[in-house]
């Protein structure tokens, strides 16, 4: 629980504590104004910032930064500006106070952290900043960088054109914090409730992609590390936002807290992408594209969950030498086939995150609380051994809307599928209204002729027509509309900006090219509370690949049992992957190689298997390699009156395989079976009640 000292006692807890007590944030202001200021990374200030009264909880977080402190505060302090107050802030960087020779030049110029920034009554009623970022705010006319800086241009009163103001500071910048987050799944008693089985087709083969569950005991450590400002009524130039991070993070953490987890095969999940890229040339393209840019064509993608990624800064920066490329026909992708089925892998899970908070929670839940749900994922780009999506209420005790959502997905509730079954067509409208002006750019361009030079307009003709020609590497995908802006901005910067009218114009001629690049925050809400930041959210959405995925729900929603009749041996091996704990198995006749696919999930993941098989010849050598391996053997003796012909497999006491098939090559990959999967609680514990009658008539007989 936060709460706030000196502003009507707001007590906030959760995420939503985050949100609400962001740094930087205007809490409150009219005759006086109240702003949470925190000590920043690179930046000095003229007095000693305290922020908070007490502490209720400190902790470490070294999977973010060695040392990296986090404090949960008894009470959080504003600073108070009042007319009358002589409370006065500044911020400026280490360099520019240290450094006499510092120079301003471009290159800092194009980074999204301001130099300096001051507080006061004055800039929070009639503040000024920099177009280019580098005055976050500040109370002077003139601008406090003039002396040091290479972009300055003389205006008719003898100031700089590209500082500006007067402005109020809440008109300037929508804040928001950006939140690091970790959850970790509970340890005694963490037993879960499944609700769901993922089953998708690929070349109309069916497999078992992942699966949902339910648990009470989640533990979630969660801080903001940073603020982010977003461009509101600020004329910023090529760029979206300005960002500090502080040095301290502020947060909490929790223990057995509500969430639904999605757990993937990820080998099947792989299969499931690489089905799609060859099946979908558009979310290849996409996908090729984003991961082009991204990682510059590296041989390795990685990425880092914990603090401020810079792959996106370099990424925005090398687009608008991708475009120069492309125009010129000179780009070249290397879009290898593994690293492009794993980024599309990643781009899935981390949209599909989005889309149940921003797009199915929304939709449930009461409004007021939506921002106390978070997500968090596990995923090998992140050097993870699991793929997992956590969705997780962020209140100690939870509101319970979570556990219902879990119950709906298994009854197959009628509104949660109307939700399920509208989100594609949600998002091929949204397509259709945000990317209409790709197929009349011409026309679209032409309205803007006499308002702004032709060099501009043709070369927005030439960015589009060259990108979606057949012989592009992407033709069908795009170039983000704020990369084209700055792109241009850059190239014609004296014809764009000679004078405040015709900014304006450069300004609405991007407003009305295509807004949505294969996701954005009014489809698949990507903005606020995602784990990265907003340099490098476009790059890892795709709406186009969440829309397929969603389309599976028809063959899994609802349902209890599953019937397969071929690729038993593949299902086979979905299940074991999905194991965490124990894999009970009943099989007259199991092969070498059944026993090969336990040991390397037993030795995976520290599992419990036990198996139940005949005490014959033609099992010996599969027992002997099973026992190497440390698996638990049940040998039944084949000369016994009533012989053993019961067929299952028990997954962690929640999914179970059934029928006809012994566990060998033969029964799973030759013969004509049948089989049932089933998360059916009763038939499960049925089973569990014969396995343990088997286990307890035949120990003895070891």
């Known amino acids: ?43 000095d200030t003229n007095e000693n910032i305290n922020w908070n009264v007490g502490i209720a909880d400190i902790f470490h977080a070294p999977y973010y930064k060695r040392d990296f402190k986090v404090v949960l505060p008894k009470e959080i302090r504003p600073y108070i500006f009042a ?10 960087n280490t360099s520019l106070l240290r450094d006499p020779s510092y120079i301003i030049d471009k290159e800092k110029a194009s980074k999204p952290f301001p130099l300096i920034a001051r507080y006061n009554h004055t800039s929070l009623t009639n503040g000024y900043y920099c177009k280019y970022g580098l005055v976050l705010l500040h109370s002077r006319k003139q601008c406090p960088l003039a002396e040091k800086c290479k972009l300055f241009e003389r205006d008719e009163n003898g100031g700089c054109k590209y500082y500006d103001g007067p402005m109020p500071y809440e008109r300037l910048y929508t804040v928001f914090p950006h939140i690091v987050r970790r959850v970790r799944e509970g340890g005694i008693g963490n037993r879960k409730m499944i609700s769901a089985l993922i089953i998708v087709k690929t ?16 533990i979630m450590e969660a801080f903001s590390d940073a603020t982010i400002f977003y461009a509101k009524a600020a004329d910023l130039m090529y760029k979206d936002f300005l960002w500090v991070s502080y040095k301290d993070g502020i947060g ?51 990425l880092n969950k914990f603090g401020l990624s810079h792959k996106g800064f370099a990424a925005m920066d090398r687009f608008e030498g991708v475009i120069d490329s492309i125009i010129d026909g000179k780009f070249k992708e290397r ?29 449930l839940v009461k409004s007021n609380i939506s921002s106390d749900y978070t997500y968090y994922i596990e995923h090998p780009v992140f050097g993870d051994t699991s793929t997992t999506i956590y969705i997780v209420e962020t209140i100690y005790g939870g509101f319970g809307y979570l556990k219902n959502i879990s119950n709906m997905i298994s009854a197959g509730d009628s509104t949660l599928r109307g939700i399920l079954n509208n989100l594609p067509n949600i998002y091929d409208n949204h397509e259709r209204r945000s990317n209409g002006s790709l197929s009349n750019l011409r026309q679209i361009v032409s309205r803007f002729s006499g308002r702004l030079d032709n060099d501009i307009l043709n070369r927005v003709i030439d960015i589009f027509d060259s990108w979606r020609t057949t012989s592009s590497p992407f033709p069908n995908s795009f170039p983000i509309n704020f990369v084209v802006r700055n792109y241009l901005g850059k ?8 004078d405040g009218d015709t900014r304006q114009t ?23 509370g995602c784990m990265f930041g907003p340099y490098d959210q476009p790059f890892l959405i795709s709406r186009k690949v969440v829309s397929e995925f969603l389309k599976t729900h028809t063959d899994w929603f609802g349902k209890k049992d599953f019937s397969f009749t071929n690729n038993l041996y593949s299902i086979f091996k979905d299940l074991i992957n999905l194991a965490e704990n124990e894999i ?53 003796p084949s000369s016994v009156e009533g012989i053993i012909h019961a067929k299952f497999m028990i997954i962690d006491d929640s999914i179970a395989l059934m029928g006809s098939a012994n566990l060998t090559i033969n029964g799973l990959k030759k013969n004509v079976e049948t089989e049932i999967v089933t998360i059916d609680p009763n038939k499960i514990e049925k089973l569990l009640q014969q396995f343990h009658e088997i286990v307890m008539k035949y120990e003895l007989h070891e």
């Open 83 to 92: 007319s009358s107050s002589r409370n006065d802030v500044e911020y400026r």
């Open 335 to 363: 879009c290898k086939d593994d690293n492009l089925t794993l980024f599309g892998s990643f781009i899935l899970v981390h949209t599909l995150a989005h889309v149940i908070i921003s797009n199915v929670i929304d939709a």
């Open 584 to 636: 009970k198995i009943v099989s007259p006749w199991i092969g070498k190689e059944i026993i090969d696919d336990l040991r390397a999930v037993k030795e995976e993941k520290d599992l419990l298997i036990t198996v139940v098989c005949l005490d014959d010849k033609k099992n010996d050598e599969a027992i002997k390699e099973a026992e190497k391996a440390g698996i638990r053997i049940i040998k039944v």
């Open 203 to 218: 070349r109309n083969i069916e497999r078992i992609l992942g699966k949902i569950e339910f648990s009470d005991k989640l």
């Open 252 to 302: 909490f953490r929790l223990n057995n807290l509500n969430g639904l987890i999605i757990k993937f095969n990820i080998n099947t999940l792989e299969d499931y992408v690489s089905w799609l890229l060859r099946n979908n040339s558009e979310i290849r393209d996409w996908l090729c594209t984003k991961m082009s840019i991204y990682f510059d064509n590296k041989k390795n993608i990685t």
């Open 1 to 43: 629980m936060m709460i706030m000292s000196e502003y009507s006692g707001t007590k906030r807890s959760g995420i939503q504590a985050l949100y609400t007590f962001t740094p930087f944030k205007l809490l409150f202001g009219k005759n006086e104004y109240g702003l949470i200021l925190v000590p920043i990374v690179y930046n």
């Open 491 to 498: 190239r014609f910067k004296s014809g764009i900006n000679k």
């Open 506 to 528: 450069f300004k609405d001629l991007i407003a009305e090219l295509p807004l949505c690049w294969d996701g954005c925050n009014l489809c698949v809400g990507m903005d606020k």
